[in-house]
């Protein structure tokens, strides 16, 4: 069974930073993507960064510039790094794993980032 477990979120004020992390369990499985998406209140659950096995990088662009995923493959673990962060940028993260063969989805339980005054 895969889990994921978040951690890393937090109230933070405008400019500040935020790392994410993310460590699974019960993945027996290769090819697959690792990745956070967000959903603030009232809004559809949103990409914010993928990566896939062999470092293949990809972000949302309200992120580009300030955001950078990484994934340690031995340990099964992925990082959000966040510098620079807005207001827009509150939202409850959530951790991703995409089984490719299978085009399944695995979530974790959320952490919330905070960005205000």
């Known amino acids: 069974q895969v889990q994921l477990v978040e951690s890393g979120g937090g109230l933070v004020q405008p400019g500040g930073s935020l790392r994410l992390s993310c460590a699974a369990s019960?993945?027996?499985?290769?090819?697959?993507?690792m990745g956070w998406y967000r959903q603030a209140p009232e809004n559809p659950r949103e990409l914010v960064a993928t990566?896939?096995?062999?470092?293949?990088?990809k972000y949302a662009d309200s992120v580009v510039g300030r955001f950078t995923i990484s994934r340690d493959n031995a340990k099964i673990t992925v990082h959000l790094q966040m510098n620079n962060l807005r207001p827009e940028d509150t939202a409850v993260y959530y951790c991703?794993?995409?089984?490719?063969?299978?085009?399944?989805?695995?979530w974790g339980q959320g952490t919330q980032v905070t960005v205000s005054p």
């Open positions: 019960g993945i027996t499985f290769n090819g697959y993507t």
């Open positions: 991703n794993v995409f089984r490719q063969f299978l085009r399944r989805d695995y």
């Open positions: 990566i896939t096995y062999d470092g293949g990088e």
